[in-house]
């Protein structure tokens, strides 16, 4: 289970009480927390975000994070949630990737270096001795700032891993270039900021631009919010990088066309994190209605082709749907070397060998045997038989 680091928190907090000291603020400064006045203080702020974020994307001035309540509403809100979601994607990423002594990290549109600090929790739980370059380039110098100094509170507070080092960008990513590769190249919550490019064109910036800036056993972690829309960009884009040889890792099991994309106009790839919320933010939820118990995102995990081969069993699906239940039976979407499949599983067809399927969660990998030849189809019907087995395999 995901948690926010109590130590992280605690210097967010304080970071976030010596901002808002700036102005007449209304909370009591020797509180060791934020109470409830103090935070209802904040939500009014949160909640504008949260909205333009999500109902009122086209109206999210560019300048957003330099009016100071919605920037320390991104830091008390978005950047523990944001950070989790990194924690998510990270924790999936191969283990030799963890294996080196240095790391040269690139995080574009880097906001308060939400994925950043993830990285670096991450790492200190795999490779303390591991010494990290980080490069923040952000197009708002005041988020850039934030982000410098909550990395550096963190890191002098906790001595994470062995050795840190932080450089500051602010440019428009889609005009930043560097004379040297990194090991990772992070966008969080960026690309679908990019409003002035389709996804042909993102990919068509992208693909040299990955090319040129990654190391050969390098990973790329793309994260975007689970709404239809930046999704559905996102899954366009993936089959863009695909076509010019790119590789993903996850959370796709294969290297076809999106079936999900080519066979429907509704459904969107997206999963889901289980964490343990911290208080503050449940109340935060509370106060503005919205609910973040569970942490909803769509990713992908991309590498130079090649360099990470894993082929996956032809038996093996990802769960890309909930667990639909309904009168007599049982169905899920599952996503493989097959194409897209919509599983069914009459109740009177529940056996030991396919009970797995009432554990079954969104985001699973499966292992269901079946007798299909391995043609690649996107969408298709299947049926699971009482004789048929299915195990959750991770
Ligand atoms: C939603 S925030 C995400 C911040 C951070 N990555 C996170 O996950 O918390 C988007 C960030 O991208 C930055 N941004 C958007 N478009 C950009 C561009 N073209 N070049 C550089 N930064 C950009 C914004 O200034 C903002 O800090």
Known sequence: MLEFPKSLEKVLLSYI???????????????????????????????????????????????????LPWHIAYLLYFLPINFSKACFVFQKFPKSFWQRSNFKLLDLGCGPASASLAFLHCLSQKNKEAEVEIHLLDQNRKILGSAQDLLKNWQENEKLIKKTSARLESKNLLKARFQQRFDLIIFHHVINEMTSLGALERAEWLHPFLSQHLTDQGLVAIIEPALKRP?????????????ESWEVLAPCLHQKICPMLASTRHDWCHFYADWKEPTYLQKLD????????????????????GSYAKQYPHDYFRMVSNRMVTRGKT????????????????????SVKNQDLDQSRRGDILQWEHSLDEKFITRFNAKLEKQSRIKIVK
């Open 17 to 67: 009480r010596t901002l808002a000291a700036q102005k007449k603020s209304v909370f009591a400064k020797d509180a060791q927390d934020f109470n409830d006045k103090d935070l209802r203080f904040f939500s009014k702020a949160v909640r504008q975000l949260s909205d333009l974020f999500t109902k009122e994307r086209a109206e999210l001035p560019s300048g957003y994070l330099n009016h």
């Open 231 to 243: 999704t559905r960009e996102l899954m366009a884009l993936r089959d863009h990088l695909i076509e």
């Open 286 to 305: 509370r106060f503005i209605g919205n609910d973040n118990r569970h942490l909803k995102l769509a990713y992908l995990i991309l590498a130079k082709s």
């Open 331 to 350: 169905e899920v979407s599952l996503c493989g070397l097959s194409g897209g499949v919509r599983l069914m599983r009459l109740d009177r067809d529940r």
